[in-house]
Nanobody, 111 residues
């Protein structure tokens, strides 16, 4: 197990940037694909970005070109760099290690 714990959320103006971090623990981090999901109020949870153990990545169409997922296995951390944030990016963002979910971190984009 990885026990993901998110951090880095907050309030940002439209067009701004934020970087989310997801810290893991245990010996399995480097062999675990990791992903970020988000859930906006009244909506379902959707996958935002995904990174394999070989560092291949995949993104939801809505964030392609604006978000970047990366991982540092030595630090057991996954990052989500978010640029040009828009109000529709407002959501609780979750880090997921296979079927193991973090507690989520709130991202609010508003002027």
């Amino acid at each position: 197990q990885v026990h993901p714990v998110e951090s880095g959320g907050g309030l940002v103006q439209p067009g701004g940037s934020l970087t989310l971090s997801c810290a893991g623990s245990g010996p399995d981090f480097s062999i675990t694909p990791m992903s970020w999901y988000r859930q906006a109020p009244g909506k379902q949870r959707d996958m935002v970005a995904y990174i394999t153990t070989n560092f291949a990545t995949n993104y939801a169409d809505s964030v392609k070109g604006r978000f970047t997922i990366s991982r540092d296995n030595a630090k057991k951390t996954v990052y989500l760099q978010m640029n040009n944030l828009q109000p529709e990016d407002t959501a609780v963002y979750y880090c997921v290690a296979l079927s193991e979910w973090g507690q989520g971190t709130q991202v609010t984009v508003s002027s």
